[in-house]
C-alpha cells in the first residue's frame, strides 16, 4: 500500500523559505511523475511542480517559477525547496504520485495522480 506523508510546512514571514519534504512508502517506481499541488482556502487544487521522472526533466507553475525548486533523490523522497515566499503562496500542499511516468501534458492534471499525501499547511504572512 502506498502512502505519502508531507512534512516541514509552517509559518513564515514574506520573503522566508521553506523545505517540504515528502516521504513515500510502498512507492517503487523511480521512473514515475510525482509533483505538488496546494489548494488555498475557498480556491480549487493548483499544480505548482512538477518532475517528469526520478532524475529527469521539471515544470513549475508560472506564479513560482524563479523561487520554487522541486527535487527527488529516489523514488521514496520528494522535495520542495520554496524560497522568496509570497501571501499568496499560502495554501495546503499535497505531494502526488503517479504509477507511470506522464506525458509532459498529462502532468499539469490532477487526475492524473493515484497517490496522494494529507497535506501540509504552509502560511505566509506579509
Known amino acids: 500500500q502506498v502512502q505519502l506523508v508531507e512534512s516541514g510546512g509552517g509559518s513564515v514571514q514574506a520573503g522566508g523559505s521553506l523545505r517540504l519534504t515528502c516521504a513515500a512508502s510502498g512507492y517503487t517506481c523511480s521512473s514515475c511523475s510525482m509533483a505538488w499541488f496546494r489548494q488555498a482556502p475557498g480556491k480549487g487544487r493548483e499544480g505548482v511542480a512538477y518532475?517528469?521522472?526520478?532524475?529527469?526533466?521539471s515544470r513549475y507553475a508560472d506564479s513560482v517559477k524563479g523561487r520554487f525548486t522541486i527535487s527527488q533523490d529516489n523514488a521514496n523522497t520528494l522535495y520542495l525547496q520554496m524560497n522568496s515566499l509570497k501571501p499568496e503562496d499560502t495554501a495546503m500542499y499535497y505531494c502526488?504520485?503517479?504509477?507511470?511516468?506522464?506525458?509532459?501534458?498529462?502532468?499539469?492534471?490532477?487526475?492524473?495522480?493515484?497517490?496522494w499525501g494529507q497535506g501540509t499547511q504552509v502560511t505566509v504572512s506579509s
Open positions: 502526488a504520485a503517479a504509477s507511470v511516468r506522464l506525458s509532459w501534458w498529462s502532468l499539469l492534471n490532477p487526475t492524473s495522480y493515484s497517490y
Open positions: 518532475i517528469y521522472y526520478g532524475g529527469g526533466s
